[in-house]
């Protein structure tokens, strides 16, 4: 059954390992490069609560709420593997708010990998394992298995959708950016090129960051957004089938605070936007179902929905990133080959997204998001933790008498 129009919302939950002030005194002496209790910026354990009582607790107990109320709201959300670890270890009762959500029936989880990483672009086999670890690791605890693909930082090209496709998965996600679109719109379930089952959804991004970005600045001309103006605006493309709003779960709480009204936003949201008969919410999987390809997309290069450029610079950008990020994917077969679990992990710690996003040097446009977003006071400084944890991975090689190369 075809609905006239539907919100996709999907919320991507995640917090990474973050590295501590580990210098160049502490390779070979200590091990432990994530648990720091002395500095502030750095304390995983410290941040997940605090992030929790921000954001999760709240956003969960909202959420639960609207799902009572509204037997037709529906959402969708990824949930790293590193920060279910987190959660699991620091935090088991918001875990456990996740899995109320989970356990009504209308909140479908998203595939990605374990560790947020960007395998995908320097090992194939890495990337395989780690969705895999992800898969069964969404199960174990919510006893769902996905079904729809979201890459790190949503990082699309056509070989992923092509992958995606023959893995079987029936969906996949990406960002709807105007340089790809040209003059079509993202509120439209589409195909990517090269395939022929796999379905694309793509981000609505104008839509999607007047909530996540711009929702709280007094300086925006639009300032204050009501969710009556907002479904206005979503209902003003009239021959839109789904209008994709993705962004972070922090949005709520945290990157928009409690006092910009963001809560209450969404508290009425679905009143608004369920007052046409025509209208209604629906997970990534319904999309697909619902609503047949009309065209089929080519990202022949990356894509992603960070920054002005859209593409993997961020992460990428500047030789530091590039260097490390290498020297880090060129270990992958010593560790594994030590069979060392602990090793194993603490290099797929370092692979998470975040590390190299820390390192960005990016000005302008997209400084203040990078500054505001890091853990350490420069790029530099970012650089020379990771550098010097991953020195010490290759100390533990040697010790374990482990045969490499640099």
Known sequence: MNYQKAIVLYLHVHQPFRIKHYTVFDIGVDHNYFNSYEDNLTNNVQIINKVAEKSYLPTNNLLLRLLNKHPEFKLSLSISGTV??????????????FKELVSSGRVEIVAETYYHSLAFFYSKDEFQRQVDMHQKKIFEIFGQKPNVFRNTELAYNNELASWAEEAGFKGILAEGWDNILNWRSPNFVYRPVNTSKISLLLKNYKLSDDIAFRFGDKNWSEWPLTANKFCHWVSEDHNATNIDLFMDYETFGEHQWEHTGIFDFMEHLPVEWLKNDNHRFMTVSEAIDNFEPVDYIDMPYTVTWADTERDL??????SMQQNSISALYQLEQQVLSTNNINLIS??????????FYYMCTKWFNDGDIHAYFSAYDTPYIAYMNFMNALNDIRSRLFDLGVDFNG
Do not use: I, Y
């Not at 279910?84 to 456990?96: G, H, K, R, S, T």
């Not at 603490?346 to 590390?355: A, G, N």
């Open 84 to 97: 279910l670890e987190q959660m699991e270890n620091f935090a088991p009762n918001v875990l456990n708010s």
């Open 313 to 318: 610079s961020a992460w990428l950008g500047n």
């Open 346 to 355: 603490d290099w797929r710690k370092l692979q998470t997204s975040d590390h």
